[in-house]
T-cell receptor, first 112, second 112 residues
Framework: DAKTTQPNSMESNEEEPVHLPCNHS???????IHWYRQLPSQGPEYVIH???SNVNNRMASLAIAEDRKSSTLILHRATLRDAAVYYC?????????????FGQGTRLTINP | DTAVSQTPKYLVTQMGNDKSIKCEQN?????MYWYKQDSKKFLKIMFS???????INETVPNRFSPKSPDKAHLNLHINSLELGDSAVYFC???????????FGSGTRLTVV
């Protein structure tokens, strides 16, 4: 299965930017990189995804390295509601199907 | 409008019983999934269906049997429940790697 590596935990302060790193050295040329987050007692929530170029949406930005072996999720101005476990995933293929294979994720703590 | 809905939200049952969890999505997605999140919070894929056809079946005991009556529904039936089946089960749907996947809010199954 496709493997990603993330720090177990990170901490930041409210209203400061947060950079969440991810290594995905086994990624193949057509695998998309997805980020999800899971708030306490909720299901995973889609944050952002990309293939080669950097991406921005209302929730976050995604910076993808030129060799695509790593990426960084950027929360521009963290709030207390951003405290969650953040998962970096690259879509694995299995018999023509696609599946999200979750790693351990990064637990993000936001200090007031 | 809930995009991916699961019922029930909580399920407490005795060992040896048979139970079902239902999932419905109104997003028009072709692919649906079941994931299991254990007490260590690790999310593991169990099954995937594409247009009512089983395409991913991870190493899951035969006691677990998914059923997809149509592409908007994916139910999970569990026979002879065991203590180790206690977990949160998430349903998800998607349309491929270039689109975000949507998760339900989960069903917390407790086997006593």
């Amino acid at each position: 299965d496709a493997k990603t590596t993330q720090p177990n935990s990170m901490e930041s302060n409210e209203e400061e930017p947060v950079h969440l790193p991810c290594n995905h050295s086994t990624i193949s040329g057509t695998d998309y990189i997805h980020w999800y987050r899971q708030l306490p007692s909720q299901g995973p929530e889609y944050v952002i995804h990309g293939l080669t170029s950097n991406v921005n949406n209302r929730m976050a930005s995604l910076a993808i390295a030129e060799d695509r072996k790593s990426s960084t999720l950027i929360l521009h101005r963290a709030t207390l509601r951003d405290a969650a476990v953040y998962y970096c995933i690259h879509i694995a293929r299995f018999q023509g199907a696609q599946k999200l294979v979750f790693g351990q994720g990064t637990r993000l703590t936001i200090n007031p | 409008d809930t995009a991916v809905s699961q019922t029930p939200k909580y399920l407490v049952t005795q060992m040896g019983n048979d139970k079902s969890i239902k999932c419905e999505q109104n997003l028009g997605h072709d692919t649906m999934y079941w994931y299991k999140q254990d007490s260590k919070k690790f999310l593991k894929i169990m099954f995937s269906y594409n247009n009512k056809e089983l395409i991913i079946n991870e190493t899951v005991p035969n006691r677990f049997s998914p059923k997809s009556p149509d592409k908007a529904h994916l139910n999970l039936h569990i026979n002879s429940l065991e203590l180790g089946d206690s977990a949160v089960y998430f349903c998800a749907s998607g349309q491929g790697g270039n689109y975000g996947y949507t998760f339900g809010s989960g069903t917390r199954l407790t086997v006593v």
